[in-house]
């Protein structure tokens, strides 16, 4: 099975050697996604709320390239550095996806690219 780069201007470019998703067959492996505004590719002030959008949003814009949505995603892995901000991350979901929500992991790590305090993958099947 072959696989095929997607490539948005819309998300922020990727920051080393990955693509922003690859697919192969139906299914799109969308990189993980730190909260980086894509026309600065500078990281978003404020709180975890911020960030945590602006990454949803970054999420979105692969999965639209993709031809897809949020709600096509099966699967998303959640980092972050601090696990005290699991309930921002599930209260954002409900704004974001809609049932039956996609399966999910959350790891807390030390840290992230760029300082970031949160940063999500996700695994889409259009």
């Known amino acids: 099975m072959s696989k095929s780069v997607i490539d948005t201007p819309a998300a922020p470019r990727a920051i080393g050697a ?15 996604q730190i909260p980086l505004a894509p026309a600065t590719m500078e990281l978003v002030g404020g709180d975890i709320r911020a960030q ?13 390239a993709a031809g897809g949505n949020l709600n096509d995603i099966v699967k998303l892995t959640v980092y972050l550095t601090d696990l005290a901000n699991f309930p ?8 974001y996806f809609t049932a039956p929500y996609p399966a999910r992991a959350t790891v807390q ?3 992230l690219p760029k300082g ?3 940063e999500i993958d996700a695994i889409l099947v259009h």
């Open 18 to 32: 990955y693509s922003q998703a690859v697919r192969v067959g139906q299914t799109v492996y969308l990189s993980g």
């Open 116 to 118: 970031a305090l949160v």
């Open 109 to 111: 790590i030390s840290a």
């Open 88 to 95: 921002a991350v599930n209260a954002l979901m409900a704004e």
């Open 52 to 64: 945590i959008r602006q990454v949803f949003e970054n999420l979105q814009a692969v999965a639209t």
